[in-house]
């Protein structure tokens, strides 16, 4: 049961990040409404976060934020999670994505390290997103071995996108 579940999470997250190619005119995306048109809207952001499982964890990094038609919002990013495992500090460089319309689902993955140890993780999460803001539940499914120790397996993510370049 478990399996169909993280295989049904990701299917939608794929369906949800690329469907938004859809409506592709000279390079810019376009939402296609019963009433209205309007374009998606590209912002380079910085992201910071709190991630809070057994253990929490603050986070800092990159991204890029589309925005356009009735509440869509779609986010890819790289960022560095940071915290400690009780004994030592963990390092987590993440890449991932997350869309949304009030209801968001996103895909990471992560790489746990405690400077002698690494550990590979994939995170579904499923939760809120709303504009720039997340806030998501996800599940850390280790791709091997546990040697860093002290990976959440639960964990709740609050994110913020923040705009570093106004648009015209």
């Known amino acids: 049961m478990k399996k169909i579940f993280l295989s049904l999470l990701f299917l939608s ?5 690329f469907g938004q190619t859809r409506g592709m005119e000279n390079g810019t995306i376009i939402y296609k409404g019963p009433t209205s048109v309007s374009k998606i809207v590209d912002q380079p952001t910085v992201l910071i976060g709190f991630n809070q499982g057994k253990r929490s ?8 934020f589309s925005f356009g038609g009735p509440g869509i919002s779609f986010a890819k990013y790289a ?12 390092m987590v460089p993440k890449i991932g994505a997350w869309a949304g319309m009030g209801t968001g689902v ?16 994939f995170r579904p999460e499923i939760g809120l997103a709303f504009w720039r803001l997340k806030l998501m539940y996800g599940y850390n499914v280790r ?26």
């Open 57 to 64: 964890m603050g986070e800092i990094g990159f991204g890029w």
């Open 79 to 90: 960022s560095l999670e940071m915290g400690s495992n009780r004994t030592k500090f963990i």
């Open 143 to 168: 791709l091997s071995k546990d040697p860093v120790g002290g990976i959440n397996l639960h964990q709740v993510n609050l994110s913020y996108l923040i705009a570093v370049k106004n648009q015209k």
């Open 106 to 121: 996103g895909l990471n993955l992560l790489y746990y390290s405690d400077f002698q140890h690494g550990t590979l993780v």
């Open 13 to 17: 997250g794929i369906f949800i990040c």
